[in-house]
């Protein structure tokens, strides 16, 4: 592999061989993710005519696309993304596909509908782990790696922000199940892409080293004491950035202002996200990932519980746009940690980990904010969805597994005690 650019840049990350390649064919798999939910929502709703059941039925996939992330991401880990990655992407395609069908059949049963989405949800192909683990393989180098992060966390961010749109010109000339047929494609043919590159034979199965000889894949204590503070921070910028969904709608229809006011002002929050994503990768910092996780995370507490101060909605997508500039840095830096601790063979699981931690965030905050916007005053509540991040701020960071930190480079970031060796060539 060759040796990357002195000088690090976005440009640069795409420049080194195979991996332009290798995240276009990622996000090609992952813009899926960014479609299949309001495609199946809007089918579910059409074929059962009830909200409840539609719901329930994408609570189903949901939950076992989230809480079995880990899981999938072992598999990839001990087998490989070819040989674990594309099995799921398959079948993960075959039963949306299934789903498709089902949808367009008046009288399928709940329970079938319910069934077959749990097992979709289940063979999710856990597309951004693996494409994190690829680069942590293909950048060696630190500030390479947090560009690369950066990178990836805002394309991701705007794969969720275009999906929708994508499915909204799908239903305007075709039924919405189309919408879960295009989900299917898109992870089949951008799974197959991603694993037939080069770059993915840089993963290395968990039981076997590069010269052969096998490894020991136990992640150990130490390892778990150190993905504490990147989970746990994921876990409470999910919550904290859940809460905001509902809270702008409330805001909104609080002064009778419409939906569409929620919506610009939820888009304002992605705006700031985006930028702050481009920003904290551009920048050389001199303090280590760990240092200053806890700040970013109190950052955007701090906006958030200033933002339900907000006398107008132009206020509001001022205050939630500079919160926006500490969610993708935040989310960013803890992937950069959970890679330091990462032990040999655990690079795509401790990534699931900070992934499942964001969505189960989510999926709770927006449970508990609906349970408190009926019974709180609004600043309370965005104070109390900004102490969520604060919290998880004080959680302390410890050093271990794989990416103890040994010697602080001329940055002062951490670099890992086997760097020298994880290029992949």
């Given amino acids: 592999m060759s040796t990357p650019p002195s000088r690090p840049s976005y440009a640069a990350v795409l420049r080194v061989p195979h991996a332009h390649r290798t995240f276009m064919a990622a996000l090609v798999g992952r813009l899926s993710y960014g479609t299949v939910s309001l495609a199946l929502m809007l089918s579910l709703t059409r074929v059962t005519g009830s909200y409840a059941v539609a719901g329930t039925v994408m609570a189903l996939f949901g939950a076992t696309g989230v809480f079995l992330s880990p899981y999938r991401a072992a598999l990839v880990d001990r087998h490989g993304p070819r040989r674990a990655l594309l099995p799921m992407a398959l079948l993960y395609a075959a039963l949306l596909c299934a789903l498709a069908v089902a949808c367009l059949r008046p009288g399928v049963p709940a329970a079938v509908l319910g069934v077959t989405a749990a097992l979709a949800g289940a063979c999710t192909p856990p597309l951004g782990p693996t494409m994190r683990a690829v680069w942590a393989e293909l950048l060696p180098d630190r500030d390479l790696l947090q560009r690369a992060y950066s990178l990836d966390g805002v394309a991701e961010e705007l794969l969720f922000v275009s999906g929708p749109l994508l499915v909204g010109l799908v239903v305007g000339v075709a039924p919405p199940a189309v919408g879960i047929v295009l989900s299917a494609l898109l992870v089949a043919v951008g799974t197959l892409a991603f694993v037939t590159s080069p770059a993915a034979g840089a993963l290395r199965p968990a039981g076997r080293k590069k010269d052969g000889a096998p490894t020991d894949g136990r992640g150990g204590t130490g390892q778990g004491r150190a ?92 205050a939630l746009a500079c919160a926006g500039l500490f969610v993708a840095p935040a989310l960013t830096t803890a992937y950069l940690i959970a890679d330091e601790s990462a032990a040999p063979g655990f690079r795509t699981r401790v990534g699931a980990w900070c992934n499942t931690a964001v969505n189960a965030g989510m999926s709770a905050g927006a449970a508990a904010v609906g349970l408190l916007v009926e019974r709180l005053p609004l600043p309370v509540c965005f104070a109390l969805s900004g102490a969520v991040a604060v919290a998880a701020a004080l959680v302390p960071g410890w050093r271990g597994g794989r990416g103890e930190v040994r010697a602080t480079g001329d940055t002062g970031a951490p670099q890992r005690a086997d760097a020298g060796s994880s290029s992949g060539g």
């Fill in 227 to 318: 993905l504490l503070q990147p989970v746990v921070v994921a876990a409470g910028v999910g919550v904290s950035v859940s809460a905001v969904d509902l809270l702008a709608v409330a805001f909104a229809g609080e002064r009778g202002l419409g939906n569409g006011t929620a919506a610009w002002v939820l888009a304002a929050l992605s705006a700031g996200s985006a930028v702050g994503g481009l920003l904290n990768g551009a920048v050389t910092w001199s303090s280590s990932a760990r240092a200053r996780l806890p700040f970013l995370a109190a950052g955007l507490g701090v906006c958030l519980a200033a933002a339900g101060l907000a006398p107008g909605a132009g206020t509001l997508a001022a």
